[in-house]
C-alpha cells in the first residue's frame, strides 16, 4: 500500500500529498477505500467524500490513514492534531517520497486528555509567524514522548 499512495501521488497529483483512508473493518477493506489530493505541504483527508464517511462514521472500527510526504519528514503537527482528535483511527502512516515510512498508532493505554495535553505543551510556544522548522522541532518533540500517552511511534 506504501507504493501505491507514492504511486498515486506521482500519476494523479504531480508528487503532492496524497492520503488513503482504509477501514480494515469493512467486509471488503480494499473496495472501501477514500482518496484524498493535497498540495504540496498538507491534504485535507475528510474533503473526500468516502474518507470523511470512514472517519466520521465509525466508532471502534480499525481504520488506517496513509499518506506522503513529498519531503523526507516525519509526521507534521497538523497529521499528530488530526490523529489526536479522530479517536477512532488505530494507525496513521505517512510514507516519505523516498519510501520511508513512518507510524503512529494507539496501545492500550492510550489516554486521549493526556495526548492532547503533551500536543498543547509542544506547541505552546508555537505562533502564527513560527518558522516550518520550529513547528517540525515540535512535533518531533511530540513523537519522542508519545509513548507517555500510549503512543507507539516508529
Given amino acids: 500500500m ?3 499512495v507514492l504511486l ?20 471488503n477493506p480494499l473496495g472501501s477505500f477514500g482518496v484524498s489530493l493535497g498540495t ?6 475528510l474533503a473526500d467524500t468516502l474518507s470523511n464517511h470512514i472517519i466520521v462514521s465509525r466508532e471502534s472500527v480499525a481504520v488506517v490513514v496513509l499518506h506522503n510526504h513529498p519531503s523526507t519528514q516525519t509526521f507534521s503537527l497538523q497529521d499528530i492534531h488530526f490523529f489526536i482528535r479522530h479517536p477512532m483511527i488505530e494507525v496513521i502512516v505517512v510514507v516519505s517520497n ?57
Fill in 40 to 45: 504540496e505541504h498538507e491534504v485535507d483527508i
Fill in 2 to 4: 506504501a507504493k501505491d
Fill in 8 to 27: 498515486l501521488s506521482k500519476e494523479r497529483n504531480d508528487s503532492n500529498e496524497v492520503a488513503i483512508t482504509c477501514d480494515l473493518g469493512a467486509e
Fill in 98 to 154: 523516498q519510501g520511508t515510512i513512518h507510524y503512529l498508532k494507539r496501545d492500550i493505554e492510550y489516554d486521549y486528555k493526556k495526548a492532547f495535553q503533551l500536543f498543547q505543551e509542544c506547541i505552546c510556544e508555537l505562533g502564527k509567524d513560527s518558522l516550518k522548522m520550529e513547528m517540525y522541532m515540535a512535533s518531533l518533540t511530540f513523537l519522542a514522548k508519545c509513548s507517555e500517552v500510549g503512543l507507539f511511534y516508529r
